[in-house]
């Protein structure tokens, strides 16, 4: 039977990070009007998928992912109006 090598212990390799982006002013300024925009694409995206059309299926993850963003902000504006107001 051939003889193992000893193991190498693992080394800390640095993880990947996620990328903090700022909210783009328009989403910030009007996120009713962003999420409406994003709605209005994400029904195109869904529409082109189904009648595959659509070559860059990977959009209805960020566009996904966006809504969320916008509806994020939306939340944390509502919060801080409660808290201010009280």
Same mark, same amino acid.
């Given at each position: ?16 990070? /996620?990328? %903090? !982006?700022?909210?783009?002013?328009? @989403? ?5 009007? #962003?999420?409406? $925009? &994003? ?19 990977? /959009?209805? %993850? !960020?566009?996904?992912?966006?809504? @969320? ?5 939306? #939340?944390?504006? $509502? &919060? ?7």
């Amino acid at each position: 039977m051939a003889e193992r090598k000893p193991r190498q212990p693992r080394s800390k390799a640095p993880t990947r990070s /996620r990328q %903090r !982006t700022k909210p783009k002013k328009d @989403a910030v300024a009007n996120p009713e009007v #962003r999420l409406d $925009e &994003l709605h209005e694409e994400m029904f195109k995206l869904r529409f082109q998928f189904a009648t595959r059309q659509l070559t860059n299926t990977a /959009r209805i %993850r !960020t566009v996904r992912r966006d809504i @969320a963003r916008v509806k994020t902000l939306q #939340r944390q504006q $509502e &919060l801080t109006a409660a808290a201010s107001g009280r």
